[in-house]
């Protein structure tokens, strides 16, 4: 049973993020055989002053 879990930036529509899933679960049954009553998608939206590259929020290096 795979989770794919997507960490994200905030403000994408929920539809464009159901698109995502649904691709990423026919893909899934595609290239792997799973089934997609197997598969769960996770979205974790995060903030960009929460999310740390090279030491420094993101949200500073725009």
Same mark, same amino acid.
């Given at each position: 049973?795979?989770? &794919?879990?997507? /960490?994200?930036? =905030?403000? @994408? =529509? $929920? %539809?464009?993020?159901?698109?995502?899933? @649904?691709?990423? $679960?026919?893909?899934? /049954? *595609?290239? +792997?055989?799973?089934?997609?009553? +197997? $598969? $769960? &998608?996770?979205?974790? /939206? &995060? %903030? =960009?002053?929460?999310?740390? &590259?090279?030491? %420094?929020?993101? +949200? *500073?290096? @725009?």
């Amino acid at each position: 049973m795979p989770i &794919v879990r997507i /960490e994200l930036f =905030p403000g @994408r =529509p $929920t %539809e464009v993020k159901h698109e995502l899933a @649904r691709e990423i $679960t026919a893909t899934l /049954e *595609r290239v +792997a055989g799973i089934k997609p009553s +197997a $598969t $769960t &998608v996770v979205f974790i /939206e &995060v %903030e =960009p002053t929460d999310w740390i &590259v090279g030491g %420094e929020p993101f +949200a *500073r290096q @725009r």
